[in-house]
């Protein structure tokens, strides 16, 4: 059973929202009694999965005190509501099911309290590939007027995930024939996610695709930190015949630090993403790339996640998706290998403890020979948490 950690990405500072809300609704409500969520927008929370836990971050006030008990009724995991937010903001969060939640739906603020927390608790949760998990809350009705604009709160469930983590030792991976010589793409995102105890050498490779024996330079898709002519914390990818450095300014690589690198080509532009954030985008040659397999270089240390898109993926989907394990039922997927010691069956959907290759949870299925001197480190049995928690 695994163990659960419950990680508050953005920690709301009650006090101080409650003072703010209680004096923004003071004004707008006249001073009369109105019930409301205190809560600015979404409450996100990274879990683990497979255990029961409190989610104590969602509340309720009063925009002054009373002398008696109020009422509050809630409604819970309504779809409309939920596909009113996704659309209106872009998102595409699923209905967290109702047999993984507990719901107070109806509590009282005791007489002089001016806010209490509203009970929700997690059970078992699974996660789904397809995204993360919403619950959309509403306050259906009170003993007091209920201030419009104020009666919805979202809680977003996204997955913390402890985990093992291909550490290569030297040898690297590599398969040249996974797809017909006559494959092409016309658009690609390459992603890989690595963390390296020094960048004191040059011409340290990272992953590339492998093209046609003879074919042009131009499909190259080639990643490495250090050059001739940059540092060797710098990162490059050399592709259609030229190159783009990433300048030291936006993108300095420390040890010790978890890096996912997003490279992306979508058709005439290429950009490069360092954790989601766009550092550096350049034309270098529009057309189809040929490609035949793919490489991941033995100087690596720890690395994980590297996944092959024959799409160019947006930036809300390379921002949204760093840390996480992604839809690997996902058709524009050409490769995927979440380098976590696990083997994922399609036609079973499970999932099972083997590290003896690096196994590719794509359809594709195309296995990587894991290197004689790869090892896949649980971090002394502790695994490694996403995301990163000492990532500054």
């Given at each position: 059973m695994k163990r659960i950690y419950i990680y508050l990405l953005s920690l709301l500072a009650l006090a101080s929202c409650q003072n703010e809300l209680y004096n923004d609704a003071q004004d707008e409500f006249q001073a009369k009694q109105g019930v409301y969520f205190v809560n600015k927008g979404t409450v996100q929370k990274f879990v683990e999965e497979?255990?029961?836990?409190?989610?104590?971050?969602?509340?309720?006030?009063?925009?002054?005190?009373?002398?008696?008990?109020?009422?509050?009724?809630?409604?819970?995991?309504n779809q409309e509501q939920l596909d009113a937010y996704n659309k209106k903001n872009g998102t595409n969060y699923i209905l967290l099911p109702e047999s993984m939640y507990d719901l107070k739906k109806e509590l009282v603020i005791d007489p002089l309290f001016t806010s209490v927390s509203v009970p929700l608790k997690l059970k078992d949760v699974q996660f789904s590939p397809k995204g993360s998990y919403a619950l959309p809350i509403r306050i259906a009705s009170s003993d007091v007027s209920v201030i419009g604009g104020q009666t919805d709160a979202l809680v977003v469930l996204e997955q913390k995930i402890v985990t093992k983590i291909l550490r290569m030792n030297g040898g690297y991976a590599s398969d040249a024939e996974m797809f017909p010589k006559d494959f092409k793409v016309p658009a690609w995102t390459l992603e890989v996610m690595i963390n390296r105890a020094n960048y004191s050498s040059n011409n340290r490779a990272v992953v590339w695709t492998q093209r046609p024996a003879g074919s042009s330079a131009l499909n190259e898709i080639f990643t490495r930190f250090g050059d001739v002519t940059i540092k060797p914390n710098q990162l490059q990818i050399k592709t259609g015949g030229s190159q783009i450095d990433i300048p030291a300014d936006k993108y300095s690589a420390l040890p010790n630090q978890w890096y996912m690198l997003s490279f992306v080509y979508d058709g005439k532009l290429t950009y490069v993403y360092i954790n989601g954030i766009l550092v550096a985008q350049r034309e270098i040659r529009t057309g189809d790339y040929d490609v035949t397999g793919i490489s991941i270089g033995d100087k690596n240390e720890l690395i994980r996640e590297v996944r092959f898109y024959k799409v160019a993926r947006t930036p809300q989907q390379i921002a949204a998706n760093i840390w996480k394990t992604i839809d690997y039922t996902d058709d524009n997927l050409l490769l995927y290998f979440p380098m976590n010691g696990k083997k994922y069956d399609h036609e079973t959907g499970k999932i099972v403890e083997d590290d003896t290759m690096i196994w590719d949870w794509s359809k594709s299925a195309k296995h990587l020979k894991k290197p004689a001197q790869a090892i896949f480190d649980d971090n002394e049995g502790k695994g490694f948490v996403f995301p990163p928690e000492t990532n500054s």
């Open positions: 497979n255990k029961t836990v409190e989610i104590p971050d969602l509340s309720v006030g009063l925009t002054r005190k009373d002398n008696n008990p109020v009422k509050v009724i809630f409604n819970a995991g």
